[in-house]
């Protein structure tokens, strides 16, 4: 096969990857901090993107100029979700936390397509239609967004957990939360202001990708599955490594559906999971 | 402390003899519909309740029960379009499929000692796989499926009524319910607990870990593809979205959380309430509006009673028992 | 003596109301069945289907309901399956088993509706599908399931004669031939279908590329890199809504633009527009190489869907006038038109006179114009007699709008924009 | 009295842990709670810091009440507890691990003069500044959660078995040390099993067995006392 196919693919892959890594960075923010499994991370995404939806219909905004209304309003729903349920439920048994997100996955997928109707959506955006190129190999504006915004957003991450205060005491807690408690970190509004970070992130996600993913009530599921496959091989907890597994992902789709196709193309990104994690369980930049 | 426990058994047994009286004799009230949901009702009570041999009692998070089920629909199904093989005997080749399958990945993933989350995810991993190999494989139907032409008789495991399946699948789950009881009391039963509470302690004091939990996944696994085999003979049409389906286990795993994880009558209990309440929402109310249900109750239940109903009851009848001494 | 009169002046009202009412209530409703995916993944379909039939239920109500029957007003019996196989047949056969209920409309796509074809047998239940296009579930001959869409095999029929029409006409070179297709029945048997007719013409040798891709892919790209890479002369890309926008995405992306036919909803939907944007929607669909099949085609005259058209806009100006709109309103029709004619509540009857409804050239009653042969709707076979239209985007007037080209039946309907 | 406890029980789930404990505490004393493996001196020590809820009972200081206190309340307050197993941040460096211990309210604007100090008292943890800390030795490591509890500015502190796990040597070193600082009058109550060391250095001594309090009073009463020297002293 012509060599700038590949480098096309792994460049397309990239992109795609960039959005995994993305949404997984939330998943692992929540996991650090308060050991929760959230199933309907994916579904909050749903939300910003169908809020991007709803403003773009009504007020024709970009979706880029939504985003500044998507992350603050998903900050305080994150707020509001943990301090009504995920508060409740932290010492619980792990199976019940899973099966209470499942339960709102219920609740606002089905209150998204009694809302929204079942429809196929999609909102265009400024850069849609934009086209960068480099000799053979070209890539959308809007795919180059997000992967810079994915980029900056895991580097500004890192940024805050090794620099500032916040995250000197984000770090403590995933280190040890009854030290950290000891240390006098408010450990449950810490939670709380990382958990609502993590939903706000998905706005940002959320609002980047509408010209990118096609909207439907029931997409969150799948995206959660993604972003809990890209945080556990990326090494539960390490942000870097979600970001890397991200990228690996969406290589791992692109060639697969370039090479194999069809089904078991698509079986290639599960495969490599699976075989990662069962030869290396710890995750690519996990530790042992 | 004993006597205590056997009287609050007796009576929950006894309740449990009314409700059988009354699902006995229950189809000649219920119209063919309502008769073929609870055909469907005891089913899910039947797989929920093998679902949480392995998920309730030894506490993981598994989601390779579609592998299973998808293995007992198929094996027959395939076996009887293909080559008349009566269902009777695909279902046991279908359970055999299952168990192997499930030891084969059980013991890959045990070994490596995965946490929690990491299992949990592989065993999805696993699943889509299956749903992508039913998918592409021609004699599997690809994703067309499977129909199977009405042809009644018994040997064909298809019924001119149906009652006979409302009594197959009650019988099923009687006998599913029994199992678990047998094995909660026995040896099998209190090493999976204490490797649900705590896996390098039991493993300290002399438990063969993954040789329980392999057991336990191949109990769940063999009842669980004989389900599968009830399930296509009953709906008489399979294909990889609903026989290898992720729905379907989360649906076991959401009854088994509203009754109580690891309970005997949790599955029972979760499963009775929750479908027909789905149902009746479903048909009456408002269409879409029966996961709101769903997921409203399943967020209460856990906020007030974090160990699903069951246990919540047990220990209201152990209070009013220590109050009332008599 | 006043209260007297009062007395028997209130008796003979009731009497009176009594004897008006009683007529009316006399005549029990006729009751009709109606279900889908109105939740789940395929809502978007189930959807369609059910807010057609509920408005064409609610006119011939309004209208008087069945005269055959004593002015019986019609019920709707509304049955979700939540997308899923289970509650598909659960609801048939509640619907089956329910006397009063004589026809079925529903459920739309395959998964659905091939478990419920045996229990339409067994209730010898009148099943008339809207978007039901698998030729295996009508290929057993069941008398009492029908489609009013066009079957998938056809679609690919379709595709290979057009093709075959512009090589013959207008020169076009066929040496190079690919093909892009989702993996699932859909996909594959409108594959099967463009296969046969190319063998047919002679050229099934030129087909370079067979690809079937995963339609859930979350990116398009490495499928159109293959695509490209195979550098066609003519290419088919069969894709549904969401792998129809990532297609068009990747080719404007990739900058790649050839002679392409495409279906479905990933190439005929009238919200394609909107989702891609208008540039990359005019630069991959609006350009003068790219032609989509269509069902419903818009702008040949056809008095009945433009009358149609605009009764439903005005009761739902929110709803879009689309293809699954419309056949769910036909399968409504038909069968509410078989039961008129049936004249009698015997489902036998009302499966008999759906077999003998025809419709003539033009004929109003056909709301997609795609009945063009004169004849019976339903063949004995239980195929549908209805055939797809080639069209091309358009800009006029400031919006895009489909030109009809091409008709299996009558061939080139019109010049294509790139030899105008 | 500095801190009062009265009356308290707690424990986990079904299990009583600590049952009716009352021990009070003087400004610049140092009182020692002695007792065996799984006598419930941790679980004390998690109530009166707030991380274990008690069943009843009431904790003062100061002679207000701290009971209903959310834990990191209870830290701005001046209790201070460096906890049993050290609880290091192992993956942060010392002197993070430092800044962590001093970013109460109280101690928030003097930390400068805090590192200072506590530098001084442990003069290797300079050395180790940029050092993670998990990679420390024991002694090394029981220094600074030692020193990280200080940076908070405790009004009293709560030391969970310092001696743990350290070599003789080491325990001697780190004792030194707290002498230091009760002479300088800070407020100590310490929770240890290896007794002598306890009674050497604590003024006085609470006996705790099964959860409960069984005897009380001067540390040189309890060297002497025939009962403790049978149990815990082995004479």
Known sequence: MDITIIAQALIQGLMLGAIYGLIGLGITMVYAITGLLNFAHGDFMAIAMYLCLALFTHFNMDPYLSSLIAVPALFVLGLMVYHFLFRRVLKAELLMVVQLTLGMVFIIESSLLLTFTADYESVPNILHAVRFSLGPLSVSGSYLATFLVGGGAGAALYWVLQKTDLGRQIRAISQNKDAATLMGINTTRIQMIVFALAIALLGLSGSLTTSILTMEPYMGLELTLFAFIVFVMGGVGNFLGTLVAGYLLGIADAMGSLFIGGHLGAMVPYGLFVLLLLFRPQGILGAK | MMGENSRTDIKIYLGLLVLLIVLLLLPTRLSITWTRTFAMVFLFIYWASAWNIIGGMAGEINFLHPIFIGAGAYSSTVLYINFGVSPWVGMFLGAAIAVVLGLVIGWICYRSGLPHLSFALICLGFSHIGEIIALEWDLLGGSRGLVIRPAPGLANMQFETISTYYYMGLGMAVLMVGICHWISRNKLGYYLKAIKHNETASAAIGIDTVRYRLLALAVSAFFCALGGTFYAQLVLYIDPHSAVSITAVISMILFCAIGGFGTVLGPVVGTLILMPIGEVVRLYVMTGFHLIIYGVLVIVVILLSPHGLVPWFQSRMKKTQEESPA | MGKQILFVASLTMLLVAALGITPVVAVDPVKIGCHGAFTGKYAAYGMSTLHAVRYEVAKKNAEGGIKSLGGAKIQLIEMDNATNAKDSVANHERLGTNPAVLAVIGPCTTPMSQPVEPIAARYRLPTVHSITTLDKIFEHGNEYVFTVSVLASRYGATYASFMVAMHEKYGLTLNRITMAYPDNDYGIS????????????????????????????????????????????????????????????????????????????????????????????????????????????????????????????AKHPDITVEMNLLLGAMAARFVIEAIEKAGKRDRTAIAGALHSLTLEKDDPRDLAGTYKKPGPVWMRNGKPNSYGYIAQWEKGNGRWSKKTLFHPLMGMLAVPKAFR | MLVSVQDITAGYGSVTVIKNISLEVDRGEWVAVIGGNGAGKSTLFRVISGLVRPRSGKIYFEGRELTALPPHEIVNKGIIQVPEGRMLFPKMNVIDNLLLGGRNRRARNNVNESLKKVYDLFPILEKRASQEAGTLSGGEQQMLATARGLMALPRVLLLDEPSLGLAPLMVREIFNSLQILNKEGMTILMVEQNVVVSLKNAERAYVLENGEIVMSGSSKDLINDDRTKQAYLGI
């Open chain 3, 190 to 313: 409108v594959v099967d279908g463009f296969k046969k007719g190319m063998k047919k013409a002679g050229f099934d040798k030129n087909i370079v590329l067979d690809l079937p891709f995963n339609w859930k892919s979350k990116d398009l790209s490495p499928i159109v890199l293959k695509i490209k890479a195979a550098k066609p002369d003519f290419h088919l890309q069969v894709a549904y809504f969401a792998d129809g926008k990532l297609y068009h995405d990747a080719c404007y992306n990739l900058g790649f633009h050839p002679w392409q036919v495409g279906g479905a909803s990933g190439f005929n939907h009238p919200k394609l527009w909107k989702t891609l944007g208008e540039k990359i929607g005019g630069a991959t669909i609006g350009n003068k190489k790219t032609f989509a099949y269509d069902m419903a085609a818009f702008d040949l005259p056809n008095a009945g869907r433009d009358a149609w058209t605009k009764g439903f806009t």
